[in-house]
Structures are given as structure tokens and as C-alpha cells.
């Protein structure tokens, strides 16, 4: 179930990240998206608007480039859905039955 509700953020980050890396160097990759896009990216994104707002203050400005505020603010979001997918990685492997040998593996080089 976690994993269901990390993709969206996932994809989002990832996507403003690589879109702030293109900005920095003149190539946006992704130039538009279609509109659900950006509402799902308003809908999960409204309950940490007092995290970006905190972010915006303290390390957003004049003197920081978008690049930087994009991976400063983004990059967390992007580490917790990893580790939330490698986690429910691991308990999957764990809850699968212990392998048991064929009946042919003995007889096999």
C-alpha cells in the first residue's frame, strides 16, 4: 500500500528534478505535461506546502539558482519513496516460501 502512494511522488520529484537539471544547462526534456498531471502533482503536493513554504525562505532567493532549490527541496521526497520501495522489496523476498529442491537437482552436475 505504501508503495501505491509513493509512485506519484516518485514520478513528480524525479520529473522537477531532471526539468530543474535542464533548465540549468538550457534543454528542457520534458517541456509539457498533460493537465491531470499537474493536479495530481497540486493534490499530493498541498499537505507539505508548509515544508516548501519553510524551504522557500530559508534557501530559496535571489542568490540560489532554481537547479539547487529544485534538488534541495525534491531530493528528500525522492529518498523516502526509495527507501519505501526497497523496504517493501525486502518484506516481499522474506514472505515468499522457502525454495525446496526438485527431485531432479540431485541428479543434475
Known amino acids: 500500500m505504501a508503495c501505491l502512494v509513493a509512485v ?3 514520478i513528480t520529484n524525479v520529473v522537477a528534478m531532471l526539468n530543474a537539471t535542464g533548465d540549468a544547462d538550457g534543454t528542457v526534456w520534458l517541456p509539457s505535461f498533460p493537465a491531470w498531471y499537474y493536479s495530481m502533482q497540486r493534490i499530493i503536493e498541498k499537505p507539505f506546502g508548509w515544508y ?3 524551504m522557500q525562505q530559508h ?3 535571489e542568490d540560489a539558482s532554481y537547479q539547487a ?5 525534491r531530493a528528500p521526497f525522492v529518498i523516502v519513496s526509495i527507501i519505501i520501495f ?3 522489496a525486502v518484506r516481499a523476498l522474506r514472505t515468499l516460501p522457502p525454495h525446496t529442491p526438485s527431485r531432479t537437482s540431485k541428479y543434475s552436475l
Not at 532549490?69 to 527541496?73: A, E, G, L, S
Request: charged share 5%.
Open 69 to 73: 532549490f529544485t534538488w534541495k527541496t
Open 52 to 54: 516548501f513554504s519553510y
Open 86 to 88: 526497497v523496504t517493501a
Open 8 to 10: 506519484p511522488y516518485f
Open 59 to 61: 534557501y530559496g532567493g
